[in-house]
């Protein structure tokens, strides 16, 4: 029951379903806006105190988070990684790391993941393939599929290998010189 005189005004709450009256300190526009009779009723429905399929933001028990994995509600873990302990019978080991095959981050059908470290897990984001237990990646110049060794690719300081194989970082050496050669003439 709402009067538009401002005298007295009553809303029912959405979540206990108590009839609450207008308080003085509240101006219209807040009156408008408001849903809930208190703070409690408002942070029990804001942090979705109501669990399971009784709950007002029930989706069937998943969710995606912001990177687009699916995590199952109420739990931390992502989805993935649920399916790869159940199908090893264990739990994953810290070093351990679940990569998608295919990429698409919400496909976690067993034959699609892949445990692998962190380390394997990062090359093969960067391209990298393991073919024979030997380690394959694409020169980013040239274009061309040659075996990560030190003959074909540089090691950087850092024991990572350079994004181009030796030749093209060689003929990439050669034209910075030149041009530095003719800004200096």
Known sequence: MEELNNKIMEKNCILCKTIYIKKSKHSKKQWGKRKFCSHSCYHKWKKGK????????????????GAGYI????????????VMEKYLGRKLL???????????CDDNRVENLLVCSQKTHTRLHKGW??????WWKVCKMCGEFLKVIKNNFYLRSNGA???????CSKKQAREKRSRKSKEVA
Not at 50 to 65: A, I, M, P, R
Not at 94 to 102: D, Q, Y
Not at 129 to 134: S, Y
Not at 161 to 167: A, G, I, P, Q
């Open 50 to 65: 109501l669990k399971g399929e009784s709950s007002w933001n029930w989706v069937g028990g998943f969710s995606k988070d």
């Open 161 to 167: 290998f350079v994004s181009c194989c030796r030749d």
């Open 71 to 82: 995590r199952e509600n109420r739990k931390l873990i992502r989805q993935h990684v649920l």
């Open 129 to 134: 393939q393991l073919i024979d237990n030997e």
């Open 94 to 104: 810290k070093k351990e790391v679940v990569h998608h095959k295919n990429g698409i």
